[in-house]
């Protein structure tokens, strides 16, 4: 199973252990889908936003001295939009029904940001499988006198 099949994996397992999250994702740092389960198709522009939200939190937790980023939480009036660091290159957004459990929330996003983030950076850290070398033609040997 690929990184991305396992990631996609770990998001639906995620949506099934806490029903009240209506979507969710994992992103590269830099704002890339990696993976989503969400019924809306507004996935990049999502990712987009939460690479711009996590250079904004990076920033804010190094600038008060609070160590390095760890999760965001948005509420608005219709739910929330919680981001997880995971690990050093991911990150992952859930969108909630304004009902949740936000404990919950985070315990369950928690553990599963963790998993995703071994996951993605194990991919990163595997070497790309090598082709196999095909054989050279060899070439025609000039007969010596």
């Excluded at 740092?29 to 990712?47: H, K, P």
């Excluded at 939480?73 to 990150?91: I, K, N, Q």
């Excluded at 859930?94 to 949740?100: D, E, G, K």
């Excluded at 990163?124 to 050279?136: A, K, S, V, W």
């Amino acid at each position: 199973m690929s990184a991305e099949a396992e990631v996609l994996d770990e998001l639906r397992r995620l949506r099934a252990r806490v029903p009240l999250i209506s979507g969710a994702l994992a992103a590269s740092a830099d704002g890339l889908v990696l993976a989503q389960d969400t019924t809306s198709a507004e996935g990049e522009s999502v990712a987009a936003l939460t690479a711009a939200a996590l250079g904004v939190a990076q920033r804010l937790t190094e600038t008060t001295g609070q160590g390095a980023f760890r999760e965001l939480l948005v509420r608005g009036e219709h739910g929330y939009v919680a981001t997880y660091a995971a690990g050093p290159s991911a990150v992952l957004t859930l969108l909630a029904h304004p009902r949740i459990n936000v404990g919950r929330l985070h315990l369950e996003a928690r553990r599963s940001s963790t998993r995703i983030g071994e996951l993605v950076d194990g991919a990163l850290d595997r070497p790309e499988t090598p082709r196999p070398e095909r054989p050279r033609p060899e070439s025609p040997r000039a007969e010596s006198p």
